[in-house]
């Protein structure tokens, strides 16, 4: 099994900056090499693809809406994945969950194998 737990987020004014963490544990994110993302919710709305990173760092792709404001990163020694948010709009507000999946990364939730609990992120002056 895989476990993710999320920290980071919590109340930012527009245009500052925060940054999340999600640290991976288990027997199976211990044996195999697992690409991890970063999705996000906003009240009513579906979850949606943020970012991902593949387990070597040779594969990162981000949602256009945040391309060029948010910055994803892992550390394999530590098992932590991070997600810099920087520029934030108060359209980046929603639930971040972090996830983990065997092999390549992909956009679509449904792809992903590991899901952590989620941490909330509201951008709001």
């Known amino acids: 099994q895989v476990q993710l737990v999320e920290s980071g987020g919590g109340l930012v004014q527009p245009g500052r900056s925060t940054r999340l963490f999600c640290v991976a544990s288990?027997?199976?994110?211990?044996?195999?090499?697992?690409?991890m993302g970063w999705f996000r919710q906003a009240p009513g709305k579906e979850r949606e693809f943020v970012a991902l990173?593949?387990?070597?760092?040779?594969?990162?792709n981000y949602a256009d809406s945040v391309k060029g404001r948010f910055t994803i990163s892992r550390d394999n020694a530590k098992n932590t994945v991070y997600l810099q948010m920087n520029s934030l709009k108060p359209e980046d507000t929603g639930v971040y969950y972090c996830?983990?999946?065997?092999?390549?990364?992909?956009?679509?939730?449904?792809?992903?194998?590991?899901w952590g609990q989620g941490t909330q992120v509201t951008v709001s002056s």
């Open positions: 288990g027997r199976t994110f211990s044996r195999y090499t697992m690409a």
């Open positions: 996830a983990a999946k065997v092999g390549d990364g992909s956009s679509s939730a449904g792809d992903w194998n590991y």
């Open positions: 990173i593949t387990w070597n760092g040779d594969k990162i």
